[in-house]
């Protein structure tokens, strides 16, 4: 199964499923990068469509923003409120 269909596959399977990003190298510096940007606009719409899209299959969805170091993911989360109310 390709990487990108196996949270929508662990969905559709479990009641609840944790992701956990584990390397089995030294992530690249784009990886990085990303991580301390952030999350676009549309990355938070695409989480927030895939979270309405699991509705009848989950009874919850957990999201956790880890940036302690810039103090972003309150203003992520809340980002992620709004989106899921549209």
Request: proline share 5%; hydrophobic share 35%.
């Amino acid at each position: 199964m390709s990487p990108p269909k196996m949270l929508a596959f662990y969905a559709s399977e479990f009641r609840s499923t944790e992701v956990n990003h584990t390397f089995r190298s030294l992530p690249g510096a784009n990886t990085i990068d990303r991580w301390r940007d952030g999350y676009t606009d549309r990355e938070i719409q695409d989480l927030a469509h895939f979270i309405r899209n699991q509705a009848g299959k989950w009874s919850a969805a957990f999201v956790y923003y880890k940036h302690e170091e810039t103090a972003a993911g309150p203003e992520f989360a809340r980002n992620l409120m709004e989106a899921l109310k549209d």
